[in-house]
């Protein structure tokens, strides 16, 4: 429309038997710049084009190209077909004289008149001065995108300052944004070292934190800004696979087969229209748990304890359990634990059948580790790398997902490091500032959607068994449910060594959990806190000074307490005896039985190790057999 009115406007006063010979000329000049407009647009557009289409079959196929070479072959396209598009083009051109040259016969000219006077003066100027402009414009825009593009994707910064995993980057163009990978262009240790930018600190300056060690590193050594945050692989052939932060893998198995994708670790949490609750219980077969600290679906789940407690092992099982029954997808994420036991956690997983290392896309579960002896970047991203793999399951392929990490604390500990080495001032305790909002930061994207679940299971290492400890007292205010592993409860040999009266449940309520659950859980708690509130009067007087009512609460309450023990799965090999799994409809039914003194006769010994109470019988007559 800009270019067709003021043609018919200019062709009107062109015609005109008024017009002057200066008018004819202003009106000629204008009407070839207007004609050469759409094909200096055409050349413009045409080599973008041509260059996205040309990076978009690349990627499909599988092939790396860089924008300049795109580029280059949409311009080489282009001046290919120039021609053909100019044959289009001069149509249209000759569209504009078309209507002088009947305005120029209409006055008495022969068409070999119009011809020479109209067609050669103005179309011909006109097709050669859009040729001209046109490549003359797609080489003006050619190299204002090919320079732009390349400052872009040749972002280069040196180190002028390595402390530990500390490292100071100086850029002479753009600075990369906070989170930005960086890849080194040297390797060091065969492998490319990776950084994570914290901090902008003046001066074109930026302080990263390296995922991996320093070791090695020089100041002068370039690093590429590769401008966004650490990428990693997710879709179902990460399945049965070991990666570590950056996402590359270290099980040895190979490349990773089939279609993935890459996404960043760094990720906002679902809006609050997307979550949605639920409130169907998870059963774990774990009796202490399913009865006093039931578990929901798409819950966050802490498991509390000191050094040597049972958390490792106690999540193992859960691992085992609910991974078994639930045949969903699982990710466990360990994080600053020990390297052995994230090997005999994998090759428990392969001897289950949780992972097929024949056929990995078969597998249930994906890990992701970041142990004890890598640097604090590594332990304090790891749990973001993996929780983005369990979002990808949960968003995109609609699954209740569970969330296995080991140790959260451990993720504290890393950002505590991080914190000091960036010379932040400390708070509470020595933590860092930053405390909630990191805890914060991963805890709400751990939630359930209207396309699937999270169920997060996470052990949480309590230093000095203080619970008021910044670390876990921060992580309780995300739980739902807590399970309290205590050294007390250990040292009397009863594993899983949890304390039934510190261990909490926002589940534990009759319109969850069912109106009898609820009576018998109540019932049972009621007797261990009478117990323990009469254990220092039997310490210092005994038994035979208490009442006949307390004699039987004290007697219940010790078969109770006997009865939360276990046999695990995971620990056959070390105790030699065989796991158990017991049903939720068991654990109500035994316990209620047994604190409505159905089998005060049994000994205490019968209830110790047991699955259900059909096995403590047993145990009793063994035990009676045997004394007889």
């Known amino acids: 429309m800009l270019v067709v009115v003021p043609l018919g406007l200019f062709s009107a006063i062109y015609i005109s038997e008024y017009a002057s010979e200066k008018v004819r000329y202003i009106v ?15 050349g413009y557009f045409a080599v973008v084009f041509l260059s996205f289409f040309i990076k978009q079959v690349a990627n499909f196929f599988g092939l790396s190209i860089h924008s300049e070479s795109a580029l280059v072959a949409g311009l080489s396209i282009g001046i290919m077909i120039l021609p053909f598009i100019i044959s289009l083009l001069e149509d249209a051109i000759r569209s504009v004289p078309k209507s002088l040259r009947y305005g120029f016969m209409a006055l008495g000219a022969t068409p070999a008149e119009t011809i020479w006077h109209i067609t ?25 995108i090919v320079l732009g593009d390349k400052n872009k994707e040749m972002n280069i910064g040196r180190a002028i300052k390595v402390t530990q995993a500390v490292v100071d980057i100086k850029f002479e163009g753009e600075l990369p944004k906070i989170f930005n990978a960086l890849k080194s262009k040297l390797k060091y240790k065969d492998k490319e070292l990776v950084l994570e930018v914290s901090q902008h600190i003046g001066d074109n300056i930026v302080r990263c934190i390296a995922m991996d060690s320093t070791d090695g590193m020089s100041r002068g050594d370039e690093f590429v800004d590769t401008g966004a945050p650490i990428s990693v692989p997710i879709g179902r052939s990460t399945l049965g696979r070991i990666f570590n932060v950056v996402g590359e893998l270290i099980d040895e198995c190979g490349p990773l087969k089939g279609k993935y994708n890459l996404e960043p670790i760094h990720r906002a949490p679902p809006s609050f229209t997307e979550q949605r609750i639920q409130e169907e219980v998870l059963v774990t077969g774990i009796k202490v748990i399913d009865l006093l600290a039931p578990y929901l679906k798409g819950g966050k789940i802490g498991l509390f304890g000191g050094a040597g407690v049972g958390k490792t092992v106690l999540i193992m099982e859960l691992i085992n359990n609910i991974a078994k029954a639930h045949k969903g997808f699982s990710v466990f994420a360990g994080v600053g634990e020990r390297t052995r036991e994230g090997n005999d956690l994998y090759h428990e997983m392969i001897t289950s059948n949780v992972i097929n290392i024949n056929e990995h896309e078969r597998s249930q579960a994906v890990l992701v580790y970041g142990q004890m002896n890598e640097p604090p970047g590594a332990r304090a991203r790891v749990a973001l790398t993996a929780l983005t793999m369990a979002e990808y399951f949960r968003d ?29 001032i400390p708070s509470a305790v020595g933590y860092q500032p930053t405390l909630a909002t990191d ?27 203080d619970l008021t400890d910044p670390a876990p007292a921060t992580t309780f205010s995300h739980l739902d449910a807590t399970t309290v592993l205590s050294r007390q409860i250990a040292e009397m040999g009863i594993y899983p060594a949890v304390d039934p009266l510190d261990s909490t449940s926002q ?12 009576k018998v859980a109540s019932e049972v708690k009621r007797i261990l806190q009478t117990y323990k509130s009469l254990q220092d009067i039997i310490a210092i007087l005994g038994m035979d000074e208490l009442s006949d009512e307390d004699k039987i609460i004290v007697d219940r309450a010790r078969k109770i307490q006997k009865f939360l023990s276990q046999p695990f799965y995971v620990a056959e090999i070390f105790t030699g005896m065989p796991g158990k799994f ?47």
């Open 28 to 42: 000629n000049t204008t009407l070839q710049v207007l004609s050469a407009i759409p094909t200096v647009v055409y």
């Open 120 to 144: 050669i003066p103005y179309a011909m100027p006109t097709i050669l001065s859009a040729i001209l402009l046109s490549i003359s414009r797609v080489k003006f825009f050619y190299g204002i």
């Open 396 to 424: 995109r392929e609609n699954q209740d997902v569970l969330f296995f990490v080991d140790n959260i604390f451990r993720f504290t500990q890393a950002g505590s490091e991080i914190s000091a080495l960036l010379g932040r």
């Open 439 to 465: 805890m914060g930061a991963m805890q709400e994207r751990i939630a359930s959607t209207t396309s699937g679940s999270i169920t997060s299971v996470q052990a949480i290492y309590v230093p000095a068994d």
């Open 507 to 518: 589940s534990l309520s009759a319109e969850i959990i069912g109106e009898e659950h609820y």
């Open 582 to 628: 017991v049903s939720l409809a068991d654990t109500v039914s035994s316990f209620k039985e047994i604190v409505e003194g159905k089998y005060d006769h049994l000994p205490e010994a019968a209830f110790y190790m047991v699955g259900n109470i059909d096995e403590a019988i047993k145990k009793a007559e063994l035990i009676q057999a045997e004394a007889k």
